[in-house]
């Protein structure tokens, strides 16, 4: 009786212990798999929930610039000399309720702009932009989706109603910046 419960024993054991080699072959594999990449492209989707009645605090605008900036940091970290850029994409997506195609002053930060656009979503949420006339000129691409396919459009024919999308790309690297050097492509495409 008691030889049997040994052999049950070790038989238990014996498949734990293979398990476990197993679990821990393949996850050094995976780790040498992801190393083996010459670039990598992580991917983070971050979904905020902000009902209309509330409003972000300085904590929440901190909280947030904070864990940007540890995530730049560790992205960094130990490849300075390999991460030569990282960026962060927003896209919005909503009818245009208002737009202007002329020079203006922002008063908050005295940005000089040259295109004032402001969206509405479906909840009612609004974002605006501002576009300096470099960021039309260098960075900004108008597209229009006709027929499933994207096609040039010309930013003058944007009008009030128009639904569309507004995608951003921001340099990480640059974290104290103005509107312009951070940002480094918009793309708006009419659809």
Do not use: H
């Not at 040994?6 to 476990?20: A, H, S, W």
């Not at 492209?41 to 902000?50: G, K, N, Q």
């Not at 459009?153 to 690297?173: A, H, M, P, W, Y």
Request: with cysteine.
């Amino acid at each position: 009786m008691l030889n049997k419960i040994l052999k049950v024993l070790f038989v238990t054991l014996l498949i734990i212990l293979v398990v476990e080699v197993v679990y821990l072959f393949f996850l050094q594999k995976q780790k040498i798999i992801k190393n083996d990449f010459k670039s990598s492209s992580i991917t983070i989707l971050i979904t905020p929930t902000i009902s209309s009645s509330q409003t972000p605090t300085s904590a929440d605008q901190s909280f947030s610039e904070d864990s940007l900036q540890s995530l730049v940091n560790w992205l960094r970290k130990g490849k300075k000399d390999l991460v030569v850029a990282s960026s962060l994409t927003q896209t919005y997506q909503g009818k245009i309720v208002e737009i202007k195609i002329e020079e203006g002053i922002n008063p908050l930060n005295k940005f000089a702009y040259a295109m004032s656009l402001k969206i509405e979503g479906k909840g009612g949420n609004k974002k605006g932009f501002l576009f300096s006339k470099d960021t039309l000129t260098n960075k900004m691409n108008v597209l229009a989706l006709v027929e499933e396919r994207k096609q040039s459009f010309k930013i003058e024919d944007l009008s009030v109603g128009d639904e569309v999308t507004v995608k951003e790309d921001q340099n990480l690297f640059i974290m104290n910046c103005s509107k312009d050097e951070c940002y480094q492509k918009f793309e708006i495409t009419k659809l």
